[in-house]
């Protein structure tokens, strides 16, 4: 299957970036390397740029699409782990990192998968297909409470009680093995009356699943200042979210990295020490232009926040 994926605010990113022709860069989520692309043609000489993907499937379609390209480097692996991914390649800063979040079309438009609803397939959701849990355990093992704030938080749905209960009654009987299943449980756990609004009925709870399962938002968390450490002076983060807690976390983290002082606003001067390792250069998000909107439809969510380094 060909990899389809149209890569969300391209030019906003790229140009985010400031790409210095002989600098190194990360993209920790390379997918169908649309950014890697738009980032490669704007090196030269020592420029060079690691690739990270935690599915071995997006990594082969990247070095298909990138072969012309000699100075990409492709790691297969978490971008938590991006210190040390830098450390066995011998390097110990470099000049802009970038995070598309979230699944690649490719990766929802592939039945197997079972990222999506529209096909019946195992529930899966895996991005890395190595990890241990998949949305099966999730759906089968999890508690009812624990389904519940899943399915509320990282979903934002509203009938989120309803569907966690509903699903720990049908798994009472035999396990849920499919995603048709689990839309079937869905659709009777939401009113009739509301599941005509907001899109498919299991769109939300599908996407609750997903995070879940790929601990994507604790990634995130646990990552954004390993990123930063990671940056030489003048250096550039970019991170594209899609999720409104995913959004929040890397606002916040962004604030406290520009103003990390903990000392109570009533001293004259700072005393804690901590000095600031950057500054915001997005005060608001970024986000699709009308003419992107009309193309891609994943990018109305989307919104691209910029970090650059200082030295401290
Ligand atoms: C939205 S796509 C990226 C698309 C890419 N920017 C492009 O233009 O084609 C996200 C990709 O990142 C990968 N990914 C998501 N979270 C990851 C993580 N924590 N570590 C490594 N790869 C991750 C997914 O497997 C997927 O291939």
Redesign the pocket.
Known sequence: MEFK?Y??M?KETVDGLNVKENGIYV??????????TEILKRLKGTGRLIG????AD?LEAAKERLKDFDNVTYVH????NIKEILKNEGIEKVDGI?A?????S??FDTPERGFSYRFDAPLDMR??KESEISAYEIVNEYSEDKLFKVIRDYGEEKFAKNIAKHICMRRSEAPIKTTFELNEIIKAAIPAKMREKGGHPSKRTFQAIRIEC?R?LE?LENTLDDMIECLNDGGRLCIITFHSLEDRAVKNNFKTNENPCICPPSFPVCTCGRKPKGKIITRKPITASEEELEENSRSQSAKLRIFEKISE
């Open positions: 994926h890569s969300v391209l993209d920790c989520t390379l997918g169908g390397a649309g950014h890697s990270i993907d935690q599915d997006a692996s978490n971008f938590e970038l598309d979040l979230g699944v690649s490719y990766q991005m890395n790929n994507e990634v």
